[in-house]
């Protein structure tokens, strides 16, 4: 599975970016999804996460109720709705497909794109 991510980019805060994860490859159905984010210095940390049916979410506490994941199965795409963004929010995004089922641990992640930059101006 090849993954891109777009929609990245430089907002102010309490802006919104919808960041895209373009999947090609094996059936996208199969894996389900999910959104991680490194800042510099920092680990790399979960965002959310779908499962395959996309009936399933899970989000880090962080982005509760400012961040929405979905997935158009038709477009083998997933998507990650980001709205009142923070200057703390800024980082590397990535997308991930897991084989496994949808987890906050990156290891359980057998596929990754290569990221999109958020930045978050205060």
């Known amino acids: 599975v090849q993954l891109v991510e777009s929609g990245g980019g430089l907002v102010q805060a309490g802006g919104s970016l919808r960041l895209s994860c373009a999947a090609s490859?094996?059936?996208?159905?199969?894996?389900?999804m999910g959104w991680f984010r490194q800042a510099p210095g920092k680990e790399r940390e979960f965002v959310a996460a779908?499962?395959?049916?996309?009936?399933?979410?899970d989000y880090a506490d962080f982005v509760k109720g400012r961040f929405t994941i979905s997935v158009d199965n038709a477009k083998n795409t997933v998507y990650l709705q980001m709205n009142n963004l923070k200057p703390e929010d800024t980082a590397v995004y990535y997308c991930?497909?897991?084989?496994?089922?949808?987890?906050?641990?990156?290891?359980?992640?057998?596929?990754w794109g290569q990221g999109t930059q958020v930045t978050v101006s205060s």
């Open positions: 779908i499962n395959r049916s996309g009936g399933i979410t």
């Open positions: 991930a497909a897991s084989s496994w089922g949808y987890s906050h641990q990156a290891y359980e992640y057998d596929y």
């Open positions: 490859g094996r059936t996208f159905s199969s894996y389900a």
